[in-house]
């Protein structure tokens, strides 16, 4: 039987998955699910490199929910300076201090985006990630690989729509989250939205748009 795209992507994974301090490495249990949200939240229209160290910094601080729940807001927010965009800051102790009420993070999609200040795509990364639910994620990297991947050349925002529904069409019941970050590492690495390292990818073979 031919490979999927999902099998031939876990097995580049497998090989070359960054190694970031919120990640489990590939195949093995699932990070705490606190790591995944906080990571994904500082992630959001922010680098990878400038968040390692604020991560870093909040979870020395803050070593798990409930310690971010307990903690004052205008520390949380003086820890965040730099990071920007701080209503994430504000919704993260929310968001914390409603998952330490109720004992824990929610474990599916639908329930997570009950939560303050998680969106489709936050919602869907802490599923598939954290708990292994079969999510569909697609953030801006899933987006650029997807609409290459199928050949979808409608603009955005309408191509939203299709990307989606493709990128659902590929995600596997198995092993969502490492599939979820493989697609990310390789819209990051090797389908970039410049000069793209097509020679490098394992999904060239199938790409419509180099084809």
């Known amino acids: 039987m031919a490979a999927t795209v999902s099998d031939i ?92 009420a109720r004992g824990g993070f929610p474990t599916t999609e639908a329930e997570l985006r009950e939560l303050p200040g998680l969106g489709a795509y936050t919602a869907a990364a802490v599923a598939a990630i954290a708990f292994a639910q079969r999510a569909v994620v697609v953030d801006a990297n899933v987006e650029r690989v997807v609409a290459r991947l199928f050949a979808i050349d409608t603009p955005m925002p309408a191509a939203r729509k299709p990307i989606r529904v493709a990128a659902d069409a590929i995600t596997p019941a198995r092993r969502a989250g490492d599939f979820a970050q493989a697609m990310m590492d390789l819209g990051s690495s090797v389908c970039t939205a410049r000069e793209p390292k097509c020679l490098l990818c394992p999904l060239a073979k199938t790409c419509k748009a180099r084809a």
């Open 9 to 100: 992507l876990l097995d580049w994974y497998d090989r070359h998955a960054r190694d970031l301090p919120w990640r489990a490495p590939p195949g093995t249990p699932p990070p705490d699910p606190y790591r995944v949200w906080l990571s994904e939240v500082m992630l959001q229209q922010t680098t990878v490199a400038a968040v390692k160290p604020y991560f870093e910094a909040f979870t020395r601080r803050w070593p798990d929910v409930a310690a971010l729940a307990a903690a004052p807001e205008d520390d949380v927010m003086a820890a965040w300076a730099g990071l920007g965009y701080y209503s994430r800051a504000r919704n993260l102790v929310k968001c914390a201090r409603a998952v330490a």
